[in-house]
């Protein structure tokens, strides 16, 4: 059974960090490309950052870029998001999501809230 | 960036009856639209990828079509279980947008 377990989340001040971690079981990650999405309270859904099996190709939009990078282990079956200069928009529900066929997103975790508060 | 455009935002329907959910791209993109089901506090569920195939395990009573600017989710039969947020998703090109949601309620 595929899995994706978001963690990391948790209150952080503006201008902060936190670095998420996705960690995946029940298919072979390496082989997979990866992304990151992300849900405001309330709000719809905001796709974030790509990246490829073999980490080659990464993409960002364009509010985080600069700000959020990306990252993988395929050795520990993992998928990170580090968020520097966290500022009060960044409050949401961060989603992994596996990469399927014509970059759908087939697999989705749970989901991890991050809250950026004074 | 491409833009995602549903509609209705919402709409109220009875079990039983054929729901349709239109989604419009702000350029062509082939067929790279895909659609998601989101229950509350849930994560996003795929239900049809590339327009129009169905993702495994999805019910056959959803259904999509379309090609280039505009597309078409269709639940021929609505179920209890189908009641939620729905999405179209871009896929063509980064960055990869989502339409701002239609909520399926009940009548």
């Known amino acids: 059974e595929v899995q994706l377990v978001e963690s990391g989340g948790g209150l952080v001040q503006p201008g902060g960090s936190l670095r998420l971690s996705c960690a995946a079981s029940?298919?072979?990650?390496?082989?997979?490309?990866m992304h990151w999405v992300r849900q405001a309270p309330g709000k719809g859904l905001e796709w974030l950052s790509y990246?490829?099996?073999?980490?080659?190709?990464?993409y960002y939009v364009d509010s985080v870029k600069g700000r959020f990078t990306i990252s993988r282990d395929n050795a520990k079956n993992s998928l990170y998001l580090q968020m520097n200069s966290l500022r009060d928009e960044d409050t949401a529900v961060y989603y992994c999501a596996r990469g399927g066929v014509n970059y759908c997103l087939d697999f989705w975790g749970q989901g991890t809230l991050v809250t950026v508060s004074s | 960036d491409i833009q995602m455009t549903q509609s209705p935002s919402s709409l109220s329907a009875s079990v039983g009856d054929r729901v349709t959910i239109t989604c419009r791209a702000s350029?062509?993109?082939?067929?790279?639209l895909n659609w998601y089901q989101q229950k509350p506090g849930k994560a996003p569920n795929l239900l049809i990828y590339?327009?129009?195939s169905l993702q495994t395990g999805v019910p056959s009573r959803f259904s999509g079509s379309g090609s280039g600017t505009d597309f078409t989710l269709t639940i021929s039969s609505l179920q209890p279980e189908d009641f939620a947020t729905y999405y179209c998703q871009q896929s063509y090109s980064t960055p990869w947008t989502f339409g701002q949601g239609t909520k399926v309620e009940i009548k």
């Open positions: 590339a327009a129009s």
């Open positions: 350029q062509s993109i082939t067929i790279s």
């Open positions: 029940g298919f072979t990650f390496s082989t997979y490309n």
């Open positions: 990246i490829s099996s073999s980490s080659s190709t990464i």
